[in-house]
């Protein structure tokens, strides 16, 4: 049996040493899936997996939000798996704490690029609350429903009881369009304007609903809509 490492195809050292100084920029992204699966597998030649699972899934961000199952039914072991989930729990934990404790409103950005690699290429509609205090200050981040290819269950009892449970003044929906095309449709702009409806007795505002979708973002106030 021939040892990986030997093979000049399979350059761990060199992957690692441009890592280590810093030259990233350059990494393509079969090559930062390649060395992910070399961390977790030593000593095996993983250029060909990290190929292949790239042109299986269609794109770097689209492999990293691919469902476990879809990942097995590709070839990827749960080493690899394990691999990708951490890479993306990593990147993702780093975004959200640009928004941790953040005035929401005024770093709108930072919201919208964690949302964006949270939501966009999620396989199956899932839908998060963000609340906020007074201050429209972030203090918690919930995701409340996962469903089918196109849709999720939202209930507007369950989101304001929720907001009353947090003491949140404010509160931001979100959810994400599996097909990519992030325009509302007549059901998420009638239940954004049912949620309004029932928290503006109870001193809770809805200050956005965003749909999220691989072509981009919409927010139902920007659109006037709400």
Known sequence: MNDASSDPGHDASGHRARLIAGDTEALLDHEIIE????????????????????????????????????????????????????????????????????????????LADYLHADMAHRPIERVRVLHLNSKNMLIRDELVSEGSVDQAAVYVREVIRRALELGSTAIILVHNHPSGDPEPSRQDIAITRDIIAAGKPLGISVHDHIIVGTKGQKSLRGLGLI
Do not use: C, N
């Open 35 to 110: 060395y992910l699966f070399m961390l977790a597998i030593p000593r095996v030649d993983t250029k060909p997996m990290a190929r292949r699972l790239l042109k299986e899934f269609g794109s770097f961000a689209a492999l990293m939000s691919a469902a476990s199952e879809s990942l097995k039914r590709a070839g990827a072991t749960e080493a690899m798996i394990g691999a990708l989930r951490i890479a993306d729990v990593a990147a993702l934990r780093l975004l959200h704490t640009r928004i941790e404790g953040a005035r929401i409103l005024s770093d709108w950005q930072a």
